[in-house]
């Protein structure tokens, strides 16, 4: 994913979410912090806030960080859960797993490995359909078939426009027609480049602010790039001089 993460500690010590803190923030993650299940709950409650992973502590002042962890997941909150426990009973650990987190470690810890174990889970989760992927002024929700605005309008895409996107997403480089052809339409007799050009032509309507200036999703190389934030300055790539495919992509 693009952009800064956002990573909730949820842990009633200040000595040891200050101690999160700064090794967070010094690998570029952006931190929110919450003292009990109440201020977390209201925290991620927020319209418009949202977080990449939540690391949760079991052991609250007012309840069981494994309760709040299931009302995260009810609330449709499907971000990487951590939580960190002092028991290391199998029983305990796997009430917690089922509780909808996807990680546990044990105090004490090194911190180091907490973040290791933070980079690892949000690299599952950016792979998943579950995943939210940030693209301009989009969070884009593949499984849904969905882009977002952040001011809350919501623009539809077709199943393959959503898998191209997403492919085009992964990639990060640029992608050949004949690339996209066989990943996401397979071998389908009916498709062709010229369907490829046509989806692409759709997307941009949808995707950039002026179809006629292209920003994100551009020709490049022979196939077609997507700059989730626009095209770098000075990336040598001039989005304005962009020929869009006369074919209709």
Known sequence: MTGQRHILVVD???DLRTALRRPLIAEGYTVTESGSSADAARVAAIPGRRFDAI???LGLPDGDGRDLCAALRRQG???????LTGFG??????????S????????????SELLARVRAQMRVHDISEDAELTIGRFRFRPGDRLLMEFD??????????????KYLFRAGVAVTRTELLQQVWGYN???TTHTVETHIYRLRQKLEADPARLRMLLNEDGGYRLYP????????????????DTAGG
């Not at 909150?77 to 939580?83: G, Y």
């Not at 909808?100 to 911190?111: C, E, H, L, M």
């Not at 309008?153 to 996107?165: C, Q």
């Not at 934030?229 to 869009?244: C, E, K, R």
């Open 55 to 57: 690391i949760l502590d």
């Open 152 to 165: 809350g309008s919501r623009v539809r895409l077709t199943g393959k426009e959503a898998a191209v996107l």
């Open 229 to 244: 934030n626009g095209v770098p300055a000075g990336s040598g790539v001039l989005a304005d001089d962009v020929q869009i």
């Open 189 to 191: 007799a009916s498709a």
């Open 12 to 14: 009633d010590d200040s």
């Open 100 to 111: 909808g987190a996807n990680d546990y470690i044990t105090k004490p810890f090194r911190v």
């Open 77 to 83: 909150i499907n971000v990487p859960i951590i939580l």
């Open 89 to 98: 009973e199998e029983n305990e650990i796997v009430r917690g797993l089922d």
